[in-house]
C-alpha cells in the first residue's frame, strides 16, 4: 500500500469524521467524531514524517483535551441540545454557501494559483524525531518555550479563578432564597 | 597608598612619617565625642579630646626632635588629591620648621586650653542649662585642632585654603556654639548672627585667596609652595602685575581670616563663643593663620615691593586703629578681642616689611600671653558667674553663699534675670577688687597684661621691640604707627588692669568671687611662666628661634639690638601706664561705677567712637549688609517674581497664546469648522441608526460576518495575485 | 531583534529593568501599599546593582563609546534611524547618579505618599527608564524620544502628587520644556537630512557642518537645553515646579532631570558644533555668571524653603555652565563633577526639606528657628548638607567648583579671568544665603510651640541621607576615582575642539 | 509520493467543515469543538509545509498551537461552566447581552 493509497483512505476518514462532528445531533457523538479525525491527522502526520507530533496529538489532543471536553458536556447534561437553526435559521444556508464559496478558493489557491508544487522526497534520517524537535525547541525557542509555561500557568489560574467566582455568585443566589423559605 | 613616605631624611631614624597623625588623632577625637560623647559622661569626653590634642603636641615634638637631626624637613604624601590635565594636587605634609614651629603653637596650646576648658565648659553647659553639650564643643574643639593642623601642614596652597575654610567652619560653629543665646545668655539669635557674621566676612577674604590660587596654577603651572617659589623670578621678569595680583589676592585672604582692616569687623563678635574657643581659634592660633600663610609666602612677597608695603601699611593702621578702639571697651573679652587685632596687625606689619621671623616670634609670644590672657578672663567671669548664681552641684559656691546669706539667688535663677537688665558677668564695671579674692587668676593675669603691654623682661617686649626695631629700619611710616600703638596697647592693659583687679569690688558678685579650680588655674600658671620666660627663646644674642627658622625662610637677617628702640617702646609703655594709672586711680575707692575717667577727658562724643569702633560696623551694616538685601529683596521679588516670573510669563507668553487662541477659536473655528463639524456629526448619527440594527447579539451572526469578511478579502487577494 | 541578545546587553537591561518593576506594580492590589513601595525600591535598587556591573565593565581608560548596541530600528523617509545605547566617561557618572538617586527618592515617599501609591511608583519607575535613556542614548531620534518620554510622568507626578497649585506648575514645566525641545527636533530633523543618519557616532566621523549653519543649529539645540538646565533668564518654570512638586519629585527634578540639559550641551553641543561652541563660549559664559551670581541673589530674601532651595540651583547650574564652556580640561571635568554633587547635595537639601515639611505641614522659614537642638540628628546632618551645597572644603561641592572656577580663569575660549572672578563672587553669596537659611531654621532660640515637640530623624529616614552624605563626603575627600573616570574621555572631547 | 498541494486542500476541507459547523451549532461545546477541527487543519498545513521544506520549525509551530489550544480549551470551558450556572443552557443564542 503506497503513500498515497494512505493518504486516500485516511483523507476520507478525516473529511467523514467532521462531517460527522458537523451533523451529528448528540454533543458526545460529535465529540467522539472529533477524536476519530484527530486519530485520523496523527496518521498522516506519521506520514509527514512527524512521529513526535502524532504522538502529541493522541495523548494530548485527542487524550487528554478531548477528554475534558467529553466531562464537561456530561456535567452539564448538554448533549441533547435541540439543534434546529433556532432564532437565526435563515443564516444556514449562507453559512453553507460561504462554506462553499471559501473552499472554492482555497482549491483555487492550491491547484491552479500557487506554484512550484514538488514531489516530495524523502527526508532526512532524524527528521521530525522527538530528539530532533527536542534541540530545536530548547535551542532555538526556548524564550517562546517558557512563554508557554506562563500561558499555561495563566490559564490554568484564570480557569480556576472563573470556576470559583461562579461559585460564589450561585452560592450568593441561593443563600437568600434559603432564609425566605 | 596612606602614610607611604615619600622622602626619607638621610640617615638616622626620623618621625616625619608620623605626621598625618596630628590630623587624624584629633580628628578620630572629634568623630568619637560626636558619635558616642552623650554617653561616655564628661570625664570620658575630656579624657578623649585632651588625649587627642595631647597625641597631636607629642607627634609635634618629635618632628621637632626630628628636625633637629635633618633641618631640610620632609615631604609626607598622604593622598593624591585632584589630578586633571596638567592640575595635579597632592595633600601632603610639609614638614620644616616653619610649620613645625606652628604645630608646635597649635598642639601646645592648644592641649593646655583643652585642660583649661574641661573644667571651663562644666560650669558653661550648666549656666546655660544644656549640659549634653559638653561632648559637642570637645567634638568641635579636636575638629579644630584636625583642622588648623591641615592648614599649617599643607605643601600647597590648596591644602593649605582647605585648612583654612575648615578652622572658618570650626570658628562658626563655635562662634555659634550658643546658638540659641546672646552674649549674656538671653534667648536670642545674636550668637547665631555673630557666627555667620564671621563665615561670611572670612569668605569675603577666601574669594580673594581663591583667586590667588586660580592666577597661581595659570602663571606657574602649579600650586604647590615648592614650584611656586621656583618659578617667582622666571614670572617676575614676564609678568610682574601678575606677582603683584597674586599677593594682594593673598592679602585681601589675610585680611579676612587675620581680622585686619577692612574685614575685621567678625573678630570682636566672635567673642560669642565660649572663652576657650577666644583663646584657642581667636587669639593664639587661627587668626595667625594669616600671618603665617604672608610668611610661607615670603618669596612672592620679597619680589613685589609694592605689596610689601601695602601689607605692611595694612598691618600699622590695623594695629593702631584696633589698639584705640580697645580703650574705650567696658566688656572684658572685647577689650582682649581689640587688642588681638592689633597685635595681629603688629605681626602683619612685620612680614608685610620683611621682618619674618620677627612676626613668627611675635605670633609664637603672642600665642602664650594673649591665650594666657583670654583663659584668665575666663577664669574671672566664671568667678563672678559662681558667685553670683551658685549651681546647685557646686559645693564651694552654695557654702560661700550660705555663709554670705545671698544663697536666695538659686531659688530664682536665670529667669528671674530675664525681667530686669541681667547681671553681666563679662562687664568690667561689675569687677574691682578681684586681686584679693582670686590671687592666682589675677597675679597670672597680671604677667599676661604686662607681656601685652611690652614690659622687659617679658615675652611680649622681646618680640615686639624686634618689629619695631626692623619697623624703623625698613618703613618709618609703619614705626610710627605701631610705636602709636604700642603706646596704647600700654593704656588699655592698665585700664584694664585696674578696672579688675585693683580697688573696691563694684558688686556682689565680685566681693565674693570664688577661685577657679586646679584644671583652670594650671594651666593660667603654665602659661604665665611661657609668657614670662618664652621671650628668650630669640632674645638678642640667643636668636635660637632665627636660626631655626633660617632653614625655611629666604633671607634671615638679624638686626643689632638697638638700645634706642629698646628704651623708646619701654619708656612710651611707662609713660602711657602712668597715664592711664593717673587716669583711673581714682576708681580704686568706687564701690559703684561711675563715670569713665577718660570719658571726660576725650568727651562723650569721642569717646563714643572709639567704643563703637568708629562706627565700622554700622556703616559696613548701612552700605554692605542692607545694600545686599535691598539689592537680593528687590532682585527676587519685583525683578524676578513680579516682572520675569509673573509678567513676563502671565502677560506676554501666556496672555499671547491666549489672545491667539481666541481669534482662532471665534470667527474661524466657530463659523468654519464648527459647523462642518455639527454636520458631520448629524450624518454619522443616521448612519448609526442604520448600522445599529445589524447588532442582533447573536454571536453566529457575528461569526458570520467575520467569515464573510475572510472569504471576501481571501478572494480579493486571489483576484490580485492572479 | 532578538529579544534575549536585546535583554541580556546590560545597557538596555539597566535601561528597561524597571519595566519589570512596573509590570509587577500593576499586578499588585492598590490597597498592599507597603508591598508596593518594596516593589518599587527593590526594582530600582536592582537596577543600581546593573548600573553598577556596567561600571565594572567600563574601561575608564578607554575614551570612546562603550558596550555600544547599535542596531537599525526603522525608516522615517529613507532616512536610517539606529536604536544605539552607549556609555562613555561623559555619561557613565551621570547613569550613576540616576539609578542611585532613584532608590532614595522612593525611600523618601515611604511616608510622604499616602494616596494612589501604585501609580506614583509606576510613574517614578517609568521616569526611571526615560532618564536612564536620555544619558545612554547615541541616536539623535533616540535621544529624542527619551528625552520627551521623560516629560510626561513627571508632568503626571507634578500634576497629581504635588502642592495646591499643582496644575499651573505641571503645565508650565511642560510646556516650557516642550517650547525648548522643538527647536531641538527641527534641528535633530535638519542633520538627519543632511547626512543621512541620526547616528551620534556616525555624524562625528562625517564632520561638523560649517558656515552660519552650525550657529543656528547649536542655537537650537541650546534653546532645548539651557531650558531644561535651566539657564539664566529661563529659569522662571522651576521654582513652580520646585515648590508644587512633591518631595521625591522635586529631588529627581534637582537632581537629574536638570542634569539633562548640561549633559545635553556636553554631548551634542560640544562635538556635533564644535566652531560654534567655541564661538557662542562667552555668550554662555556670561550667561552663566549672570546665573551664578542673580540665583544666589534671589534665593537669599526667599521665606519658602524649597524656592531657595530651587534658586540656588539656578546658581549651581550656572557654575556647571560656566566650567562646561570654558571649555578647559579642568572646567570640563570639574561641570562634570558638579552635576553630581549637585545632584547628590541639591537632592540632600530637598530631601532634608521634605523631611520637615512632613512634620510641620509649612516650608516657611519663619516657622521654624532652634530646631538643632530639638531634632540634632537633623540639624547635623543638614549642616553637612548645607555646608556641601556651599562648597567647603572636604565635601563634594567644593572639588567641582574649584575646578571649574579654575578652569574658567585660565580659560582661552572665554577669552578673560574676569568669568571666574566675578563667579567666584558667587561662593560669598552661596555662603550667605545658604547660613541663613540654616540659622532660620536651626539656630536661635524655639520661638514657636509646636516645634517642641517635634521627633527626631526616623531610622528610614537616617538611612536615606546616609548614602548621600557618605558620598558627600567620598568625592571631597577623594575624588580621584570619579575625575579618572571622566579624564580620558573629556581629554578626547576637547581635543576634538581645537 | 503524495505532493504537498493534496495534504493542503485537505487541510482546507477540514477547516470549511469546521467554519460551518461554527456557523450551523447552536451548542456552545460543539462549536468549541469545531474551532479544534480549525486548529487541527491548520496544524496539518504546517506540518505539510515543514515536510517540503525540511524545516523543523513547521512542527514545533504545531507543538505551540497545541499548548495554546490546550489553554484556550482550559479557559474556555470555565468560562460556559460560569456561563452555564447563569443561564442553566449552553445554547449560545441565549447568549446575546451584546444586542445594540
Not at chain 2, 590660587?213 to 617667582?232: C, D, R, S
Not at chain 2, 602711657?576 to 594709672?581: C, G, T, Y
Not at chain 3, 562625517?206 to 552660519?212: E, H, R
Request: aromatic content about 12%; proline content about 4%.
Amino acid at each position: 500500500m503506497g503513500f498515497m493509497t494512505l493518504f486516500i483512505l485516511t483523507g476520507a476518514v478525516a473529511v467523514a469524521a467532521a462531517l460527522g462532528l458537523l451533523f451529528a445531533r448528540n454533543a458526545v457523538y460529535a465529540a467522539l467524531f472529533l477524536v476519530l479525525n484527530m486519530f485520523a491527522l496523527a496518521v498522516l502526520y506519521l506520514a509527514l514524517g512527524a512521529p513526535f507530533i502524532a504522538m502529541v496529538q493522541i495523548t494530548v489532543y485527542a487524550g487528554a483535551i478531548m477528554v475534558l471536553f467529553l466531562f464537561v458536556i456530561m456535567l452539564l447534561g448538554a448533549e441533547q441540545l435541540k439543534e434546529d437553526g433556532g432564532p437565526i435559521a435563515w443564516q444556514r444556508p449562507l453559512a453553507l454557501l460561504l462554506g462553499l464559496a471559501l473552499l472554492g478558493e482555497l482549491a483555487y489557491f492550491v491547484f491552479a494559483a500557487a506554484t512550484g508544487q514538488t514531489r516530495l522526497l524523502p527526508p532526512p534520517e532524524d527528521f521530525g524525531t522527538p530528539h530532533a524537535v527536542g534541540q530545536t525547541l530548547f535551542q532555538q525557542y526556548l524564550l517562546p518555550f517558557e512563554v508557554t509555561s506562563v500561558l499555561l500557568l495563566v490559564a490554568m489560574v484564570g480557569a480556576i479563578v472563573l470556576v470559583m467566582n461562579g461559585k460564589r455568585a450561585a452560592q450568593a443566589q441561593a443563600e437568600p432564597e434559603a432564609e425566605g423559605s | 597608598m596612606f602614610f607611604d613616605i615619600v622622602a626619607h631624611a638621610g640617615g638616622g631614624p626620623t618621625f616625619f612619617h608620623l605626621a598625618p597623625l596630628v590630623v587624624f588623632v584629633p580628628l578620630l577625637g572629634a568623630t568619637l565625642n560626636f558619635l558616642f560623647g552623650r554617653r561616655i559622661g564628661e570625664r570620658g569626653v575630656a579624657t578623649i579630646a585632651v588625649a587627642a590634642a595631647g597625641t597631636a603636641f607629642v607627634v609635634s615634638v618629635l618632628q621637632w626632635l626630628s628636625l633637629r637631626v635633618h633641618p631640610e624637613g620632609a615631604t609626607q604624601l598622604v593622598v593624591d588629591w585632584i589630578t586633571i590635565g596638567d592640575f595635579q594636587v597632592r595633600w601632603a605634609q610639609l614638614i620644616d620648621t616653619l610649620s613645625v614651629t606652628m604645630m608646635l603653637v597649635v598642639s601646645g596650646v592648644g592641649t593646655l586650653i583643652h585642660i583649661y576648658a574641661t573644667a571651663y565648659m562644666h560650669y558653661d553647659v550648666r549656666y546655660k542649662e544644656d549640659p549634653r553639650r559638653y561632648a559637642r564643643f570637645f567634638g568641635f574643639f579636636n575638629l579644630f585642632i584636625a583642622m588648623m593642623m591641615i592648614l599649617v601642614t599643607g605643601n600647597s596652597y590648596l591644602t593649605l585654603f582647605v585648612g583654612w575654610e575648615g578652622v572658618g567652619l570650626c570658628s562658626f560653629l563655635l562662634i555659634g556654639f550658643w546658638y540659641e543665646f546672646d552674649i549674656l545668655g538671653r534667648p536670642s539669635t545674636a550668637n547665631a548672627r555673630a557666627a555667620k557674621k564671621a563665615f561670611v566676612v572670612n569668605r569675603v577674604g577666601d574669594f580673594g585667596f581663591l583667586l590667588a590660587i586660580f592666577t597661581l596654577f595659570w602663571y606657574f603651572g602649579t600650586v604647590e609652595f615648592h614650584g611656586v617659589f621656583e618659578k617667582v623670578h622666571e614670572v617676575a621678569a614676564a609678568h610682574p602685575q601678575v606677582l603683584l595680583a597674586v599677593t594682594l589676592f593673598l592679602l585681601l585672604g589675610v585680611t579676612g581670616k587675620s581680622a585686619q582692616i577692612p574685614l575685621f569687623v567678625w573678630l570682636p563678635d566672635a567673642m560669642a563663643g565660649p572663652t576657650p574657643v577666644s583663646a584657642l581659634i581667636h587669639a593664639a592660633t587661627m587668626v595667625t593663620a594669616g600671618v603665617y600663610l604672608i610668611t610661607r609666602s615670603a618669596e612672592i612677597y620679597m619680589a613685589v615691593p609694592q605689596a610689601q608695603a601695602a601689607v605692611a601699611l595694612v598691618g600699622g593702621l590695623t594695629a593702631l586703629v584696633a589698639a584705640s578702639m580697645a580703650v574705650a571697651q567696658y566688656d572684658i573679652k572685647k577689650v582682649l578681642a581689640y587688642s588681638t587685632i592689633s597685635q595681629l596687625g603688629f605681626m602683619v606689619a612685620a612680614v608685610g616689611m620683611g621682618a619674618f621671623v620677627a612676626g613668627m616670634f611675635h605670633l609664637v609670644t603672642h600665642a602664650f600671653f594673649k591665650a594666657l590672657l583670654f583663659l584668665g578672663s575666663g577664669s574671672v567671669i566664671i568667678a563672678l558667674e559662681r558667685a553670683h548664681h551658685p549651681l546647685p552641684d557646686d559645693p564651694e559656691a552654695q557654702a560661700l553663699a550660705a555663709r554670705h546669706g545671698h544663697g536666695h539667688h538659686d531659688d530664682h535663677g536665670h529667669d528671674h534675670d530675664h525681667g530686669h537688665a541681667p547681671f553681666d558677668p563679662q562687664d568690667m564695671r561689675n569687677m574691682g577688687g578681684l586681686l584679693r579674692r582670686i590671687p592666682v587668676t589675677s597675679w597670672t593675669y597680671i604677667i599676661g597684661a604686662l607681656a601685652l603691654a611690652g614690659l622687659p623682661p617679658l615675652a611680649g617686649f622681646w618680640s615686639k621691640d624686634e618689629i619695631l626695631l626692623e619697623a624703623k629700619h625698613l618703613q618709618p611710616t609703619v614705626y610710627a604707627l605701631l610705636a602709636a600703638a604700642a603706646f596704647l596697647t600700654a593704656f588699655y592693659v592698665t585700664r584694664q588692669l585696674v578696672l579688675v583687679f585693683l580697688g573696691q569690688p563694684r558688686s556682689e558678685a565680685a566681693a565674693h568671687a570664688i577661685e577657679s579650680p586646679k584644671a583652670m588655674t594650671g594651666v593660667l600658671v603654665t602659661l604665665a611662666v611661657l609668657a614670662a620666660l618664652g621671650g628668650f627663646m630669640n632674645a638678642p644674642g640667643v636668636h635660637a628661634f632665627g636660626h631655626w627658622l633660617e632653614h625655611t625662610l629666604p633671607e634671615v637677617e638679624t638686626l643689632p639690638f638697638d638700645l634706642t628702640v629698646a628704651g623708646i617702646s619701654t619708656g612710651l609703655a611707662l609713660l602711657s601706664m602712668f597715664i592711664a594709672w593717673s587716669l583711673y586711680k581714682g576708681v580704686r575707692a568706687w564701690s559703684q561705677w561711675q563715670h569713665d575717667p577718660l570719658q571726660k577727658v576725650l568727651g562723650p562724643g569721642l569717646f563714643g567712637f572709639l567704643q563703637r569702633a568708629w562706627y565700622w560696623d554700622e556703616a559696613y551694616l548701612a552700605v554692605f549688609v542692607r545694600g545686599y538685601d535691598a539689592l537680593a529683596a528687590f532682585l527676587a521679588h519685583t525683578v524676578d517674581w513680579d516682572f520675569w516670573h509673573d509678567w513676563f510669563h502671565e502677560t506676554i507668553v501666556a496672555g499671547t497664546y491666549q489672545r491667539l487662541s481666541r481669534f482662532l477659536a471665534r470667527p474661524v473655528d466657530l463659523g468654519v469648522v464648527d459647523r462642518l463639524a455639527n454636520e458631520l456629526a448629524g450624518a454619522v448619527k443616521g448612519l448609526a441608526l442604520v448600522l445599529r440594527g445589524l447588532q442582533t447579539g447573536y454571536v453566529r451572526n457575528y461569526a458570520l460576518s467575520v467569515f464573510l469578511g475572510v472569504v471576501v478579502m481571501l478572494g480579493y487577494l486571489l483576484w490580485v495575485a492572479r | 531583534m532578538n529579544i534575549t541578545e536585546f535583554i541580556s546587553h546590560p545597557l538596555n537591561l539597566v535601561t528597561f529593568f524597571p519595566l519589570v518593576g512596573v509590570v509587577l506594580l500593576l499586578l499588585t492590589p492598590r490597597e498592599a501599599k507597603d508591598r508596593l513601595r518594596w516593589i518599587a525600591l527593590l526594582t530600582s535598587g536592582i537596577t543600581f546593582v546593573i548600573s553598577l556591573v556596567v561600571l565594572g565593565r567600563f574601561q575608564a581608560a578607554d575614551p570612546q563609546i562603550q558596550l555600544a548596541y547599535d542596531r537599525p530600528w526603522f525608516q522615517v523617509a529613507g532616512l536610517q534611524v539606529n536604536y544605539i545605547l552607549g556609555v562613555d566617561g561623559l555619561s557613565i557618572l551621570l547613569l550613576l547618579l540616576t539609578t542611585f538617586l532613584t532608590p532614595i527618592a522612593i525611600l523618601s515617599t515611604w511616608s510622604a505618599i499616602e494616596e494612589r501609591v501604585k501609580e506614583f511608583m509606576v510613574f517614578f519607575l517609568l521616569l526611571e527608564i526615560g532618564m536612564v535613556g536620555v544619558f545612554l542614548a547615541l541616536d539623535l531620534f533616540l535621544f529624542y524620544i527619551f528625552w520627551e518620554f521623560t516629560l510626561v510622568p513627571m508632568y503626571f507626578l507634578i500634576g497629581i502628587w504635588g502642592g495646591p497649585n499643582r496644575m499651573y506648575a505641571a503645565i508650565k514645566f511642560f510646556l516650557y520644556t516642550m517650547a525648548g525641545s522643538l527647536l531641538m527636533l527641527l534641528a535633530i530633523v535638519y542633520m538627519g537630512l543632511h547626512y543621512g543618519t541620526f547616528s551620534v557616532p556616525a555624524i562625528l566621523e562625517q564632520g561638523a557642518i560649517g558656515g552660519s549653519v552650525q550657529n543656528w543649529l547649536f542655537l537650537a539645540f541650546a534653546a532645548a537645553f539651557a531650558i531644561k538646565v535651566p539657564m539664566w533668564p529661563l529659569h522662571s518654570w522651576l521654582p513652580d515646579a520646585h515648590v508644587q512638586a512633591p518631595t521625591a519629585g522635586s529631588v529627581i527634578l534637582a537632581g537629574v532631570l536638570l542634569k539633562m540639559g548640561t549633559y545635553g550641551f556636553l554631548r551634542f553641543n560640544l562635538p556635533l558644533f564644535p566652531e560654534a561652541a567655541v564661538h557662542y563660549a562667552p555668550l554662555m559664559g556670561l550667561l552663566a555668571v549672570i546665573g551664578i551670581l542673580y540665583g544666589a541673589m534671589v534665593s537669599y530674601p526667599q521665606q519658602d524653603v524649597k524656592k531657595l532651595v530651587a534658586y540656588s540651583s539656578v546658581s549651581h547650574l550656572g557654575f556647571v555652565m560656566l566650567g562646561l564652556f570654558a571649555l578647559t580640561a579642568q572646567g570640563v571635568e570639574g561641570a562634570i563633577l558638579q552635576m553630581i554633587n549637585h545632584g547628590i547635595s541639591t537632592g540632600a537639601l530637598f530631601l532634608v526639606v521634605g523631611m520637615i515639611y512632613e512634620r510641620r505641614h509649612t516650608r516657611d522659614l519663619d516657622q521654624f528657628g532652634g530646631l538643632w537642638k530639638i531634632m540634632p540628628i537633623y540639624g547635623a546632618l543638614t549642616l553637612i548638607t548645607t555646608l556641601s551645597s556651599m562648597g567647603l572644603p572636604g565635601l563634594n561641592g567644593f572639588v567641582g567648583e574649584f575646578n571649574i572656577l579654575l578652569g574658567a580663569f585660565g580659560s582661552k575660549a572665554l577669552g578673560s579671568p574676569l568669568y571666574a572672578g566675578f563667579a567666584a563672587a558667587g561662593v560669598i553669596f552661596a555662603a550667605v544665603y545658604m547660613l541663613y537659611m540654616f540659622q532660620k531654621i536651626f539656630l536661635g532660640p524655639v520661638k514657636h510651640e509646636v516645634n517642641k515637640t517635634l521627633r527626631d530623624l526616623s531610622l528610614r529616614e537616617i538611612v536615606t541621607l546616609l548614602p548621600l552624605i557618605g558620598l558627600m563626603f567620598w568625592i571631597g575627600l577623594y575624588p580621584k576615582p570619579f575625575f579618572a573616570l571622566m579624564e580620558p574621555a573629556v581629554q578626547h572631547l576637547l581635543a576634538g575642539l581645537k | 509520493m503524495v505532493p504537498t498541494s493534496f495534504y493542503i486542500f485537505l487541510a482546507a476541507v477540514l477547516f470549511t467543515i469546521g467554519a460551518v459547523a461554527v456557523l450551523f451549532r447552536r451548542n456552545t461545546l460543539v462549536i468549541y469543538m469545531a474551532v479544534e477541527l480549525m486548529l487541527n487543519a491548520a496544524n496539518l498545513a504546517f506540518v505539510a509545509f515543514a515536510r517540503q521544506f525540511e524545516a523543523l520549525d513547521g512542527q514545533l509551530f504545531v507543538f505551540f498551537v497545541m499548548t495554546v489550544a490546550a489553554a484556550e480549551v482550559a479557559v474556555g470551558l470555565a468560562l460556559i461552566v460560569t456561563i452555564f450556572r447563569t443561564k442553566h443552557s449552553v445554547d449560545i443564542d441565549t447568549m446575546r447581552e451584546m444586542k445594540g
